[in-house]
């Protein structure tokens, strides 16, 4: 007995131990009253210290698992163990059909599969290497040194006063009029887009949006089972006289869009255009769901102000953004800035559902925001990217034979084949040979989309990029010399 205890480099060993008797004594394997060795003993038996054996017995005594016994020492105590008839359910035949639906479109599940060894053009996520760890250390230890107690307990539903004070103050210099605007923190822009499609009324049942558009946008819109209406996009954005066209015949519920750095085409929607959405939208009195998607990373041309910024005093355009795309991902921290009436009413939806977004998380982020770090970052990484992303343009033009590209800026491009070319059939052939990238079908409204894919270089070497481009582009040239 006992010879089956291993022990894990990184982890106090007393936890450990503590554990493995505390498994034994569950399982059944050491029975009630059954004496323990002595502290000396297991301790020559495992090979560790009799201080490491007399604090794991210390802490299953005050569990309740262990007894002492003056003179006599350490025995089981009573432990309740049933075990119930054994069953085994098939649980597909009880899961809903939304959780079907969710598994169907689930790309991480079904998606092609690929090892860190290939090239892969797949994520639009920030490079981790540019993450500016240091600074966001300090941002930590100085914020646990002003009020560790208070961020370590439960939060607000709405979110972390300093950051939407911060918040509010940073999409007004970016042009928003924020009087009777207010904020709410989510965790990321999905649980945004999620909570305001679980709290609007769904009238008609149909949403209208730029035709590609955003895959997990997509996603909720048909897990919250919504029509689908697509507007194709041009070089400047989204066709405005074929969105006119769809208003004056539908009803809609809301509009969902991304007008700077669009997921997938890359494209940033014209200034003019900008207000002939807004003109079209106002007049017909429809909410606008506006994806706030990467508008830092502009690379040249002038700042254009957010349809929010248009929008001016008047609180139909509902504004979702986070630092995801550029800064850090895995503090999942997003935000939503709309009128207070709705937000009074979001916020309830949002403590019902997960309480409250990390107050470690957003307290931290406030005090990087805060002390300067973001500015000093995003020209590091403004740099870096702009380099990865001239650099990708200028090799598709050179290797790949393609009908239009897109990208204006961002993490991503978007590469238009010709039409009798199958994107998803060219995946295949280049996964063989060790790129992988996403086909455009997956972000289309419609079945469309099927001669298009997304290029995203931001986790990429120069020399991956360089290497990836040529592979995909010499497949393309042979898939389309044997179709001649």
């Given at each position: 007995?006992?010879?089956?205890?291993?022990?894990?480099?990184?982890?106090?060993?007393?936890?450990?131990?503590?554990?493995?008797?505390?498994?034994?004594?569950?399982?059944?394997?050491?029975?009630?009253?059954?004496?323990?060795?002595?502290?000396?003993?297991?301790?020559?038996?495992?090979?560790?210290?009799?201080?490491?054996?007399?604090?794991?017995?210390?802490?299953?005594?005050?569990?309740?698992?262990?007894?002492?016994?003056?003179?006599?020492?350490?025995?089981?105590?009573?432990?309740?163990?049933?075990?119930?008839?054994?069953?085994?359910?098939?649980?597909?035949?009880?899961?809903?059909?939304?959780?079907?639906?969710?598994?169907?479109?689930?790309?991480?599940?079904?998606?092609?599969?690929?090892?860190?060894?290939?090239?892969?053009?797949?994520?639009?996520?920030?490079?981790?290497?540019?993450?500016?760890?240091?600074?966001?250390?300090?941002?930590?230890?100085?914020?646990?040194?002003?009020?560790?107690?208070?961020?370590?307990?439960?939060?607000?539903?709405?979110?972390?006063?300093?950051?939407?004070?911060?918040?509010?103050?940073?999409?007004?210099?970016?042009?928003?009029?924020?009087?009777?605007?207010?904020?709410?923190?989510?965790?990321?822009?999905?649980?945004?887009?999620?909570?305001?499609?679980?709290s609007l009324n769904k009238k008609s049942g149909r949403v209208i949006c730029e035709n590609p558009t955003n895959d997990s946008a997509l996603k909720l819109f048909r897990l919250h089972?919504?029509?689908?209406?697509?507007?194709?996009?041009?070089?400047?954005?989204?066709?405005?006289?074929?969105?006119?066209?769809?208003?004056?015949?539908?009803?809609?519920?809301?509009?969902?869009?991304?007008?700077?750095?669009?997921?997938?085409?890359?494209?940033?929607?014209?200034?003019?255009?900008?207000?002939?959405?807004?003109?079209?939208?106002?007049?017909?009195?429809?909410?606008?769901?506006?994806?706030?998607?990467?508008?830092?990373?502009?690379?040249?041309?002038?700042?254009?102000?957010?349809?929010?910024?248009?929008?001016?005093?008047?609180?139909?355009?509902?504004?979702?953004?986070?630092?995801?795309?550029?800064?850090?991902?895995?503090?999942?921290?997003?935000?939503?800035?709309?009128?207070?009436?709705?937000?009074?009413?979001?916020?309830?939806?949002?403590?019902?559902?997960?309480?409250?977004?990390?107050?470690?998380?957003?307290?931290?982020?406030?005090?990087?925001?805060?002390?300067?770090?973001?500015?000093?970052?995003?020209?590091?990484?403004?740099?870096?990217?702009?380099?990865?992303?001239?650099?990708?343009?200028?090799?598709?033009?050179?290797?790949?034979?393609?009908?239009?590209?897109?990208?204006?800026?961002?993490?991503?491009?978007?590469?238009?084949?010709?039409?009798?070319?199958?994107?998803?059939?060219?995946?295949?052939?280049?996964?063989?040979?060790?790129?992988?990238?996403?086909?455009?079908?997956?972000?289309?409204?419609?079945?469309?989309?099927?001669?298009?894919?997304?290029?995203?270089?931001?986790?990429?070497?120069?020399?991956?990029?360089?290497?990836?481009?040529?592979?995909?582009?010499?497949?393309?040239?042979?898939?389309?010399?044997?179709?001649?």
């Open positions: 007995m006992f010879n089956d205890f291993k022990i894990t480099e990184g982890r106090p060993v007393y936890i450990q131990l503590k554990e493995y008797l505390k498994r034994m004594i569950t399982n059944g394997h050491l029975l009630e009253h059954q004496k323990l060795p002595s502290t000396r003993e297991l301790g020559s038996l495992l090979s560790i210290s009799r201080n490491t054996v007399l604090t794991a017995y210390a802490d299953l005594e005050q569990e309740g698992l262990i007894y002492a016994v003056k003179g006599k020492g350490n025995f089981v105590s009573h432990v309740e163990i049933f075990k119930s008839p054994s069953i085994q359910l098939n649980w597909t035949e009880k899961v809903n059909e939304q959780t079907f639906l969710a598994d169907e479109l689930d790309l991480m599940k079904h998606g092609v599969r690929w090892n860190k060894e290939m090239i892969s053009f797949n994520s639009i996520a920030p490079d981790e290497k540019l993450f500016d760890v240091e600074n966001f250390k300090r941002a930590f230890l100085n914020r646990m040194s002003i009020e560790g107690d208070i961020v370590l307990n439960y939060g607000y539903a709405k979110g972390y006063k300093p950051l939407i004070e911060y918040l509010l103050h940073y999409m007004e210099i970016k042009g928003v009029d924020t009087r009777n605007k207010d904020v709410l923190i989510t965790n990321g822009f999905t649980e945004g887009l999620d909570i305001i499609l679980s089972g919504y029509e689908i209406d697509g507007i194709e996009m041009e070089n400047d954005g989204v066709n405005v006289s074929q969105l006119e066209t769809f208003l004056s015949k539908k009803e809609y519920d809301f509009a969902y869009l991304i007008p700077s750095y669009h997921n997938p085409t890359g494209i940033v929607t014209s200034s003019k255009k900008r207000k002939e959405i807004m003109d079209l939208f106002s007049a017909y009195q429809l909410p606008i769901v506006e994806n706030g998607f990467n508008e830092e990373l502009r690379y040249s041309g002038s700042h254009l102000a957010s349809l929010a910024s248009f929008a001016g005093q008047g609180n139909h355009v509902i504004y979702i953004s986070s630092f995801s795309k550029i800064l850090f991902p895995g503090i999942r921290v997003g935000w939503i800035v709309a009128d207070k009436e709705l937000i009074y009413y979001l916020e309830s939806v949002k403590r019902a559902r997960t309480i409250h977004t990390s107050t470690l998380d957003q307290a931290v982020l406030y005090q990087y925001l805060n002390d300067g770090y973001f500015e000093k970052y995003i020209k590091k990484a403004k740099s870096v990217y702009k380099k990865k992303y001239e650099l990708t343009v200028h090799y598709c033009k050179q290797y790949i034979p393609f009908k239009r590209i897109t990208g204006d800026g961002g993490l991503h491009l978007f590469i238009e084949l010709e039409n009798h070319i199958d994107s998803g059939k060219l995946l295949e052939k280049c996964y063989q040979k060790g790129v992988v990238f996403l086909p455009g079908n997956v972000f289309h409204t419609d079945s469309s989309g099927n001669h298009t894919l997304r290029l995203g270089f931001s986790r990429l070497k120069e020399r991956e990029i360089i290497q990836g481009i040529k592979i995909i582009g010499d497949t393309l040239k042979i898939i389309m010399e044997a179709k001649k």
